[in-house]
C-alpha cells in the first residue's frame, strides 16, 4: 500500500506538472494542494480557477 501518491496537474487542458499528496487525501486536500502548486500559479496568469476537475487516482484538472 502506498502511503503517498502522485497526480497529474493539467492546468487549462494542458499537462503542466504533478503533484503528490498523501492515499488518503479527500478532494479537499487535493484541490487546495493543486490551487497552492507553482504550476497552477505560473499557468493560470493570476486568474482564480472556475473550475477543478479531480479524477481520483489520476489527475486533477485546474480551469482558470
Known sequence: MQD?????????GKLRGAIR???SADRALI???ALASEEF???SEGRP???????????VNLVA
Open 4 to 12: 503517498e501518491i502522485e497526480l497529474m496537474l493539467q492546468v487549462n
Open 31 to 33: 484541490e487546495s494542494t
Open 21 to 23: 499528496v498523501a492515499a
Open 49 to 59: 480557477a472556475k473550475k477543478v476537475v479531480i479524477v481520483p487516482g489520476r489527475l
Open 41 to 43: 500559479a505560473k499557468f
